[in-house]
């Protein structure tokens, strides 16, 4: 299970709106932060409010730890980047074998919308949402890995 902590901004019914909170470095790059912390330093961050569901009755103001399966990640990154790409490809590859290269660019594109239809056809998996855990009582700094 993947962790963060978050701060509930609003409630609404069974839905909380939390906000995951980063800290500092996470101590693994000598306290400087890493390549990937400092190219987001470079393109801004910002928080991002998302709702789930308010198992904990958590009030605004409250610091709770959220979570997502492990591989949910994964599964979620293939289906939105994986996938497309894919079938982007295979269309491509088919369509240059059959038409040359104005087939392979019919197909490619053919290969992209099937990945649309793809993507609104996919049912929803509750799995891959995240969860409320349990109450965050700690006040030290939030340790997330770079």
Same mark, same amino acid.
């Given at each position: 299970?993947?962790?963060?902590? +978050?701060?509930?901004?609003?409630?609404?019914?069974?839905?909380?709106?939390?906000?995951?909170?980063?800290?500092?470095?996470?101590?693994?790059?000598?306290?400087?932060?890493?390549?990937?912390? /400092?190219?987001?330093?470079?393109?801004?961050? /910002?928080? /991002? +409010?998302?709702?789930?569901?308010?198992?904990?009755? +958590?009030?605004?103001?409250? /610091?709770?730890?959220?979570?997502?399966?492990?591989?949910?990640?994964?599964?979620?990154?293939?289906?939105?980047?994986?996938?497309?790409?894919?079938?982007?490809?295979?269309?491509?590859?088919?369509?240059?074998?059959?038409?040359?290269?104005?087939?392979?660019?019919?197909?490619?594109?053919?290969?992209?919308?099937?990945?649309?239809? +793809?993507?609104?056809?996919?049912?929803?998996?509750?799995?891959?949402?995240?969860?409320?855990?349990?109450?965050?009582?700690?006040?030290?700094?939030?340790?997330?890995?770079?």
């Amino acid at each position: 299970m993947l962790e963060q902590h +978050a701060i509930v901004l609003k409630t609404d019914g069974a839905l909380a709106w939390v906000e995951a909170r980063e800290s500092g470095s996470c101590g693994s790059c000598s306290g400087g932060g890493c390549s990937t912390r /400092r190219l987001a330093d470079l393109f801004g961050r /910002r928080e /991002r +409010a998302f709702p789930v569901d308010n198992l904990l009755q +958590a009030r605004e103001g409250e /610091r709770v730890i959220i979570g997502i399966p492990g591989g949910a990640l994964w599964k979620s990154a293939f289906r939105l980047y994986g996938l497309p790409l894919l079938l982007l490809i295979a269309g491509g590859l088919a369509g240059q074998h059959l038409y040359a290269d104005p087939g392979a660019v019919i197909a490619a594109a053919a290969g992209l919308l099937l990945s649309a239809l +793809a993507q609104k056809a996919w049912p929803g998996s509750r799995g891959w949402r995240p969860v409320m855990l349990r109450r965050d009582n700690e006040f030290s700094l939030v340790a997330k890995s770079c």
